[in-house]
């Protein structure tokens, strides 16, 4: 098979295509023909070896759909043929025209779902799916505040917490990315330091009941100020580096919580409802998932430089077949 093959960490262009034996599907596992490949900015951070380094030689990637083309010993075989989709959080090797994957990380396809759509929806969906359902228990008439809200996830998690009766709030940098937070149903805020009177402000003095952080260190202040009486700060990443400690003198005059939520925490099956309900809520329209753009498998290397810049927006698939 061809396949995106790392030798050495560092820029972009270490992402080279080659040749790779077909990797063969181990117990509990089933191997997958990839016709879309989902790409994540923890994608780049691997590669730089900024986060979790991968033994080398490595084929990036863990997200992706395809078709089930061989079973290991233990799965059903009834998933011989399936469409599906699926996110493995200790499985590498996507980046290529077949990986294998445990059966267990599934998303069973429906057939109104083509192959770079379903490839956008498990990392960053049931990441938005974890935040709403498991990491808080928000409902009607509360208010949140989502920082990065035009990305990936981000965007998912404000229209997940509007189902759930929420006032959103999202921070993003650019006017065209604001306009987009708008379009998804949210206020559009810029970041900075006015943030906090902005959310006083539309919140008359209230402060919002949570904020979901995946910006870290340059939004730390921020997200703690906007914060009412009993408010929850969650954190799904830091991609501007590691937040400082917290002290909890910082907490006590109202009540404050600061949680993190990590998608890979959980067994794969707990996500069975999940997998079921978003392609369900994409079907039918009430959850919008954008494509941005899709590129050849010996694109990768531009695809990364494209995430990297910050300038995308919606979900970059990688086409293996292309």
């Known amino acids: 098979m061809q396949a995106i093959v790392v030798h050495t960490l560092g820029a972009p262009e270490v992402l080279t295509l080659r040749s790779h034996p077909t990797p063969q599907p181990g117990p509990g596992e089933v191997l997958v023909r990839l016709h879309a490949v989902g790409v994540n900015f923890s994608d780049t951070e691997r590669r730089r070896g900024v ?17 089930v083309e061989g079973v290991g010993l233990g799965v059903d075989p009834t998933w011989q043929g399936h469409r599906v989709a699926f996110w493995a959080p200790r499985t590498s090797g996507t980046y290529a025209q077949y990986a294998v994957a445990p059966a267990a990380t ?8 083509d192959y770079p759509l379903a490839a956008a929806l498990p990392v960053q969906g ?9 990491a808080t228990a928000l409902g009607p008439g ?24 929420l006032r959103v709030f999202g921070t993003a940098s650019t006017p065209a990315k604001r306009e ?4 998804f149903g949210a206020s559009p805020l810029p970041y900075g330091p006015t943030l906090p009177d902005l959310i006083q402000e539309a919140t008359r003095g209230r402060g919002v009941d949570a904020v979901f952080d995946s910006v870290g260190r340059a939004t730390q202040v921020e997200s703690l100020a906007v914060l009412g009486l009993y408010g929850h700060l969650v954190y799904l990443g830091e991609a501007s580096g590691s937040p400082a400690p917290i002290h909890p003198d910082e907490l006590y005059g109202r009540c404050l919580r600061v949680s993190s939520f990590w998608l890979a925490a959980d067994p794969p099956e707990r996500w069975n409802t999940a997998r079921r309900e978003l392609q369900e809520w994409v079907a039918e329209g009430s959850l919008r998932i954008t494509v941005a753009q899709t590129y050849p498998l010996h694109q990768a290397p531009e695809a990364h430089r494209q995430l990297e810049s910050r300038a995308t927006h919606g979900k970059l698939i990688l086409l293996p077949a292309a």
């Open 51 to 67: 986060y979790d380094p991968p033994a080398l030689p490595w084929i990036p990637g863990n997200e992706a759909a395809g078709t």
């Open 106 to 113: 599934m998303f069973s396809l429906r057939d109104d779902l």
């Open 126 to 134: 049931l990441t938005a799916y974890g935040l709403t359902h498991f």
């Open 142 to 165: 509360q208010t949140a505040l989502v920082h990065a809200a035009a990305g990936g996830v981000g965007a998912l998690l404000v229209q997940l917490l509007q189902r759930r009766g």
């Open 180 to 183: 987009l937070v708008r379009e």
